[in-house]
């Protein structure tokens, strides 16, 4: 049997999450990566994407808008700039959040942050599927 590790899952706000998990996959920007007890350190930037998160008790499923991901042998910790429980998520949620990423896009000043606002809405129109 593969070994826990401690997962944390903060927002600018307060910690949303601070578990022993087993494995979790993390949407990370270069592409997905799974993190299991005794993952190499690494530092990553988020896109937005879904954590899957597997706990002793059952799987979770959590949208990050993005932040960082930082891993070492016995911990996982990932600064998200927001997250949304998708256990709980319902469509009128998932569609203000796509109207909010829309007036992102709209807003965005250069290419880097227009890009990352329609990345975003891309991910959020894909929990609508």
């Given at each position: ?16 999450l601070?578990?022993?998990a ?14 299991l ?30 932040g ?12 998200a ?15 203000k ?33």
């Amino acid at each position: 049997m593969a070994g826990t590790f401690k997962f944390e899952l903060v927002s600018p706000e307060r910690v949303l999450l601070s578990e022993d998990a087993e494995q979790v996959v993390v949407p990370g920007r270069d592409g997905d990566f799974g993190v299991l007890a005794g993952h190499a350190p690494v530092i990553s930037t988020l896109r937005p994407g879904v954590l899957d998160i597997t706990l002793p008790s059952g799987k979770r499923r959590v949208f990050v808008k993005g932040g960082f991901a930082d891993v070492d042998p016995a911990r996982l910790t990932v600064l998200a700039q927001s997250a949304l429980d998708l256990d709980g998520l319902d469509a009128g949620t998932v569609a203000k959040e796509i109207e909010a990423a829309e007036a992102e896009v709209a807003a965005a000043r250069d290419d880097m942050s227009r890009m990352h606002a329609a990345e975003l809405v891309e991910q959020l129109r894909a929990l609508q599927r």
